[in-house]
Nanobody, 120 residues
Framework: QVQLVESGGGLVQAGGSLRLSCAAS????????VGWFRQAPEKERELVAR????????KYADSVKGRFTISRDNAKNTIYLQMNSLKPEDTAVYYC?????????????WGQGTQVTVSS
């Protein structure tokens, strides 16, 4: 069983930055990839960024490339999403997710979500 708890959301002005954290309880020797998804009102959930267990592979949605950075510290069981140059269209609930498959086409575990609001 994997538990994921997000933190770090909030209200920020356009052009500002936020760092989201995901505290993950992952059983030993279970090499889960982790992703950050987001869902805005009346929109489908979108995979924003994902990172492999080792941290050696990352992938980003085109909409956030060059602005967002995903990283993980397995010693601290924490995954981060650094978000810079935020835009109003980044406003959404952001979810941390974990799955053994790096592609994350289906997700086994979800966090509860954290709200990010970017004002113009």
């Amino acid at each position: 069983q994997v538990q994921l708890v997000e933190s770090g959301g909030g209200l920020v002005q356009a052009g500002g930055s936020l760092r989201l954290s995901c505290a993950a309880s992952i059983p030993p020797k279970r090499m889960y990839a982790v992703g950050w998804f987001r869902q805005a009102p009346e929109k489908e959930r979108e995979l924003v960024a994902r990172i492999s267990w080792s941290g050696g592979s990352t992938k980003y949605a085109d909409s956030v490339k060059g602005r967002f950075t995903i990283s993980r510290d397995n010693a601290k069981n924490t995954i981060y999403l650094q978000m810079n140059s935020l835009k109003p269209e980044d406003t959404a609930v952001y979810y941390c997710a974990a799955d053994l498959d790096y592609r994350m086409e289906t997700v086994e575990f979800w966090g509860q979500g954290t709200q990010v609001t970017v004002s113009s």
